[in-house]
């Protein structure tokens, strides 16, 4: 049986603080409620994952289910640190890059970065 490794983005992340700036586990990931949930140290942490950024950990299945049954209630359910938590994982989301036809051919624009520059074969499978 073949293991599939699964990585995404720490957004507590800080230099040489709060572990690495990527996780990576081969757990098998539960899809509930429109998020991933990794058990990445098994019987330990569960990581609530949203588009390749964890935004959550948990201590048990029930409380990662419990988690993400409060960000999908109404706003107001959540309470005010919560809600800090959720804004400030999605705000970590890395920025998706774009293709621009220019009349000096394509250009691969990286939000935020001030060099544009010609995209390779990879980065066009990447968008497409």
Do not use: S
């Not at 950990?57 to 049954?69: E, L, P, S, V, W």
């Amino acid at each position: 049986m073949t293991m599939t490794t699964h990585q995404y983005l720490n957004p507590w992340h800080e230099a040489g603080r709060y572990g690495p700036k990527y996780y990576t586990t081969e757990a098998t990931p539960r899809e509930y409620g429109g998020y991933l949930i990794f058990n990445r140290i098994p019987g330990v942490c569960w990581d609530i994952v949203k588009d390749g950024v964890c935004i959550a950990q948990r201590a048990r299945m029930k409380g990662a289910r419990g988690f993400i049954d409060q960000l999908n209630a109404p706003t107001a359910d959540l309470t005010e640190a919560q809600a800090y938590f959720v804004k400030r994982a999605l705000k970590n989301l890395p920025p998706k890059p774009t293709v621009e036809a220019t009349t000096a051919g394509l250009q691969y624009i990286i939000p935020g970065a001030e060099k544009r520059q010609r995209p390779n074969a990879t980065q066009l499978e990447l968008l497409l």
